[in-house]
């Protein structure tokens, strides 16, 4: 008979995924269920991955990806230049992987993007599989009837619409690679990036809805190609406002897409040609132009989707992330799209037109997994429990974070409220550079420690080392390195510029050790690690060295405290000392009791070496568009040195009103 029982279909609904360490405190372990369901719960995968981890990615490459031809040698490496190089001479289509190989099964009819307006009176448009590859081949076609050829260079400048996924699957379609920048970013922020890529085409939409209002990015676009060598526009109707259009040059992504064809045969492309070029966030400067290629980045983007998130077929995904940022490429395109998962894309703000929109959309679409960054995490953690708990959460079964290293309150907000205390948190680290995650826990292994990563994923080598070069020892902080064989996706030269690409990565150890600029220490006997930011945020008070995340994770522990950012000042004497800028929770003034009282947290957990000169007390920091807090910034306000260019800001007016707290003076 045609029962099924109900508890069977919502059988994952609030499941306890993990169990509590019976010894030590806010560990947490995958539980009984979570090992059973999970796609890797045997810890020997460390074991088999490190005995040969060529072999092992060989393995991977074969089973998690369709490739026209197979690859004469697996990795080829010469660290004088360097270079390496995976799945050499390899045949494949980043593309045909995400979309093509689903139409023969079942997946041809399921939902691969569930796209979520800002406005609430507004539908959601579901695309299938089959319905993303014909709009991918249609566009595809598109782009050849404008002369778009393989290693051309195409630009999107688009908002959270499908048709920015569209894009990108319809330029590595055809072999031309896309470089995504951020909608959010000004014209002149668009018009360094073209240039450098010498883009052909440019592909942007009238402009998208923020916070209820329409935002106009068409003009932000002329602005951004005045100068550059795109000869094309093609503009997406999303707001259907009026804006400028120059005929000839301008054309309508829907007029064009109405006579396209809808196959389009996809490229043959080399393992080592050029997939995309995507710029670094320019957190510690300007930004680069990362290359990555198409083999190595599938590979490690199919593997690590399945791997960190746990992604089983009957999960609603939902990453965060802008796809302007690399975590949107991987995990919010490429990565989902190869494993056949269903994505939820969202268009606006995380507040609009409540502060609870986040829970609203994981409750109404029974969203799964959830992945997204410290920052709006803390932001929402200030605003109270009352917001997510108005909504039904237990559709979730996994949590997770990128982009900074997470403090101890928030990991343990997240878990607790978001998570229900039922989902494991997979703190994933990573880099634009490296392509895909790197260093954090498995979800059927464990375990899960506020503020620790996990250990480096099955398969790559990372070592903290000392200045001179040396291992560290359980608790010592250094620099995090990557060592040969170099994970697949990582980056294979910066745009344009080899000589940076050496000097960036490959000066500060040579040419055998990848330079990741973060430091960080071994926690426990397992490898599991902690990263403490970048190195030029860890500071040497009296010769000790000492990270600002670790102090930051001290004082956000603190009641009053909702964030903060530590940054080293000169000092007389200590060489170095910090300076904290805080941002107290509403209810909570500054006295001198909450000061004593950061003073014993800091004491207790890091020593009295750590304890801040001087807190100071503001209502915002400096953050990028992608959330991180810009140390560099608060470092010349407090040396009353030249702040730099600061537009690439999410909130430039912050800067402003701490120049007014520490009494700035413009230097001459
Ligand atoms: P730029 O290199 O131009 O200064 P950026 O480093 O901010 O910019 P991204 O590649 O977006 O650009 O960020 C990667 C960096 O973010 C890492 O090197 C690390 O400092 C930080 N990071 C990312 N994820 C984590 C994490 N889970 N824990 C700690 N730090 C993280
Ligand atoms: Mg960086």
Redesign the pocket.
Same mark, same amino acid.
């Not at 974070?401 to 997470?406: C, R």
């Not at 703190?427 to 550079?433: A, F, I, L, S």
């Given at each position: 008979m045609g029962y099924c029982n109900m508890s069977d279909v919502m059988s994952d609904r609030g499941v306890q995924w993990v169990v509590a360490d019976p010894v030590e405190k806010n560990v947490f372990w995958p539980s009984e269920a979570l090992k059973k369901k999970a796609n890797v719960s045997d810890p020997k995968i460390y074991e088999i991955a490190s005995k040969d981890p060529v072999a092992f990615w060989d393995n991977l490459a074969k089973e998690g990806i369709t490739w026209f031809k197979p690859w004469t040698e697996t990795y080829s490496w010469n660290p004088s230049i360097p270079v390496y190089k995976w799945f050499v001479n390899g045949k494949l289509n980043i593309s045909y992987n995400a979309l093509d190989r689903h139409l023969d099964t079942w997946k041809r009819n399921k939902a691969a993007m569930i796209w979520v307006p800002e406005p609430l009176n507004e539908q959601c448009r579901v695309m299938t599989y089959y319905d993303l590859y014909r709009e991918v081949n249609k566009f595809a076609n598109v782009l050849k009837s404008l002369g778009v050829k393989k290693g051309d260079r195409v630009g999107i400048y688009l908002p959270m619409i499908p048709e920015v996924q569209i894009a990108m699957l319809a330029c590595t379609r055809i072999g031309a690679a896309h470089s995504v920048v951020f909608s959010a970013f000004s014209g002149e922020a668009l018009k360094t990036r073209l240039i450098d890529a010498e883009a052909k085409v440019l592909i942007t939409a009238d402009g998208y809805y923020y916070r209820g209002k329409g935002v106009n990015l068409k003009a932000n676009a002329d602005l951004g190609i005045e100068g550059t060598s795109v000869k094309n526009v093609i503009v997406v109707k999303r707001l259907g406002t009026n804006v400028n259009f120059v005929s000839g040059r301008d054309l309508w992504w829907n007029e064009l897409m109405e006579k396209a064809d809808a196959k389009c045969a996809p490229e043959e492309m080399d393992s080592e040609d050029l997939n995309f070029i995507l710029y670094?966030?320019?957190?510690?400067? #300007?930004? #680069?132009g990362v290359e990555h290629h198409v083999g190595g980045y599938a590979v490690q983007a199919y593997w690590t989707t399945k791997w960190a998130f746990d992604i089983h077929d009957e999960d609603i995904y939902w990453c965060t992330a802008d796809v302007g940022?690399?975590t949107g490429h991987t995990y919010n395109c490429y990565g989902p799209f190869m494993n056949g998962a269903t994505i939820v894309v969202y268009e606006g703000a995380v507040d609009y037109p409540a502060p609870d929109r986040w829970w609203k959309i994981i409750e109404e679409h029974g969203v799964t997994i959830f992945y997204t960054a410290p920052t709006a995490i803390r932001m929402l953690m200030k605003l109270g429990d009352e917001l997510p708990k108005k909504h039904d959460l237990t559709s979730l079964r996994l949590i997770a974070?990128?982009?900074?290293?997470?403090n101890e309150e928030a990991w343990l907000w997240y878990f607790r409220v978001i998570g229900g205390g039922r989902c494991p948190i997979i703190? =994933?680290?990573?880099?634009?550079?490296t392509g895909g995650t790197l260093?954090?826990s498995l979800p059927g292994i464990g375990p899960y420690i506020p503020s620790v990563?996990g250990r480096p994923i099955p398969g790559i080598r990372f070592s903290i080392l000392t200045e001179e070069g040396k291992p560290t020892e359980i608790g010592e902080g250094g620099y995090l390195v990557q060592n040969s064989p170099f994970n697949p996706g990582l980056i294979r030269t910066i745009w344009k510029d080899p000589d940076k690409f050496k000097e960036t990565y490959w000066s500060v150890y040579g040419g055998n050790i990848y330079y990741?600029?973060?430091g960080g220490f071994v926690y426990d006997k397992l490898g599991d690690i902690r990263?403490t930011?970048?190195v030029d945020d860890v500071m040497k008070v009296a010769g000790h060295r000492v990270s600002t995340?670790e102090i930051e994770n001290a004082i956000t522990q603190h009641p009053a405290i909702v964030e903060c950012a530590v940054v080293a000042a000169p000092h007389e004497i200590k060489g170095e000392a910090p300076v904290a800028f805080i941002i107290l929770k509403s209810g909570y003034s500054y006295t001198p009791e909450l000061e004593a009282e950061l003073r014993k947290y800091i004491d207790k957990m890091i020593g009295p070496i750590a304890r801040p000169e001087k807190y100071v007390l503001i209502e915002d920091l400096p953050k =990028?568009r992608?959330g #991180?807090i810009m140390r560099r910034i608060l470092k010349s306000l407090i040396k009353n040195a030249p702040v730099g260019d600061i537009t690439t800001l999410q909130n430039p007016e912050s800067v402003q009103a701490i120049k007014e707290r520490v009494g700035y003076k413009e230097p001459a």
């Open positions: 670094t966030s320019g957190s510690t400067g #300007k930004p #680069k940022w690399v974070t990128v982009g900074e290293p997470i703190d =994933t680290w990573w880099q634009t550079e260093i954090h990563a990741t600029s973060d990263l930011g970048r995340a =990028t992608s #991180k």
